[in-house]
C-alpha cells in the first residue's frame, strides 16, 4: 500500500511561469517531509524538506506547503527554468525507528523554453 | 556533484556470477542504506546500517548481502542473481539512522545493473 502518493505523473510548464508538484500521504504519523529531484542516470538529490510543525518552508526558488490536516504537500518552484526539468519525489521517514524513507512514484516535470 | 560516491556505474553479470557494489561517503555520516529502484517505480528501502551495524534487512533475499567496512564504505555482494534483480541500485547516506533526527539521505548516482 503507497503510503505516500504522486497522482500527477508529468506536467509540463513554460518558462518563468511557476511550477505546482503534489504529493498525498495516508499515514498521520510522518513529521517530516522531503522533496528530491533526480536526472536521467543520477541518484535522486535532496532538494527541499519541511517538518510538521511548520506549514511552509522556503529555499531560493523553491517553496514546500504543508497543509497537515489534508494530508497534503506540494512543491512550487518559480520561476520555472528549463534546468528544473526532471523527475522529483516526495518522501517522508516513519517517525521513530531508522530512517526508512517511503517514497511516492514520482512526477516528470519539463519545462518548456 | 554527488558526495556519495557508487562504482561501477553499469554491470552486467550471469546468474552464475559473483560481484560486488560498492558505495563510499566522505561526510562523517554515520548511516548508510541501500536502495533497489526498478524502472519507473520509486526507489524502495533494502538495507541501513547505523554506526557500522546492520540495523535493518527489508526481507531481502540472502543472493544480496551487504557489508560495512567502516564508517565510509558500503558495500553490496551479489551471488546467483535472477534476472528480475536487475534494477537500479542507490547507496544513500545520512547523518544518523533515527528519524526523530530529520536528517536529509543524500543518494549517490547509483549502479544499473542487469542480469543475463
Known amino acids: 500500500d503507497q503510503q505516500v502518493k504522486q497522482n500527477s505523473p508529468s506536467l509540463s510548464v513554460q518558462e518563468g511561469r511557476i511550477s505546482i508538484l503534489n504529493c498525498d500521504y495516508t499515514?498521520?504519523?510522518?513529521?517530516?517531509f522531503l522533496w528530491y529531484k533526480k536526472y536521467p542516470a543520477e541518484g535522486p538529490t535532496f532538494l527541499i524538506s519541511i517538518s510538521s510543525i511548520k506549514d511552509k518552508n522556503e529555499d531560493g526558488r523553491f517553496t514546500v506547503f504543508l497543509n497537515k490536516s489534508a494530508k497534503h504537500l506540494s512543491l512550487h518552484i518559480v520561476p520555472s527554468q528549463p534546468g528544473d526539468s526532471a523527475v522529483y519525489f516526495c518522501a517522508a521517514p516513519l517517525p521513530t525507528g531508522a530512517n526508512n524513507l517511503f517514497f511516492g512514484t514520482g512526477t516528470r516535470l519539463t519545462v518548456i523554453p | 556533484d554527488t558526495e556519495v560516491t557508487q562504482t561501477p556505474k553499469h554491470l552486467v553479470m550471469g546468474m552464475t556470477n559473483k560481484k560486488s557494489l560498492k558505495c563510499e561517503q566522505h561526510m562523517g555520516h554515520r548511516a548508510m542504506y541501500w536502495y533497489k529502484q526498478k524502472a519507473k517505480k520509486p526507489p524502495e528501502l533494502m538495507f541501513v546500517?547505523?554506526?557500522?551495524?546492520?540495523?535493518i534487512n527489508e526481507s531481502v533475499p540472502s543472493r544480496f548481502s551487504p557489508e560495512c567496512p567502516n564508517s565510509s564504505l558500503l558495500n553490496l555482494h551479489l551471488h546467483a542473481l535472477q534476472p528480475e534483480d536487475s534494477a537500479l541500485y542507490l547507496c544513500a547516506s545520512s547523518q544518523d539512522s533515527q528519524s526523530r533526527n530529520n536528517q536529509p539521505q543524500h543518494f549517490g548516482d547509483g549502479t544499473r545493473l542487469s542480469i543475463l
Open positions: 499515514n498521520s504519523m510522518f513529521d517530516y
Open positions: 546500517y547505523s554506526y557500522e551495524k546492520l540495523s
